[in-house]
């Protein structure tokens, strides 16, 4: 999957889990929680989401490696090579 492919896929999931947020909006540097006003139960539905729609796992530990697109696409990138 490319770069693009997985930014499409999170956005995807972060505009279902939050359909208040516009996808063509957020920006690779917006933090999920402090900048878009994700709670933590909306990060545990989106990694739910992310984790099923990619067929990656993502342990908690590494949640705060999502907290930005950019962070999230470049690790979730790493975890589909």
Avoid at 16 to 39: C, F
Avoid at 41 to 67: C, F, H, K, W
Wanted: glycine share 4%.
């Amino acid at each position: 999957m490319t770069h693009d492919e997985i930014r499409t896929a999170f956005v995807d999931e972060l505009t279902r889990i939050a359909p208040d947020i516009d996808g063509e909006t957020v920006s690779d540097e917006d933090h999920l929680m402090d900048d878009l006003g994700l709670d933590s139960m909306d990060i545990l539905n989106l990694v739910t989401a992310i984790q099923t729609r990619l067929g990656v796992s993502v342990p908690e530990t590494d949640y705060p490696r999502l907290e930005t697109l950019e962070k999230a696409v470049d690790y979730l990138a790493g975890k589909l090579d």
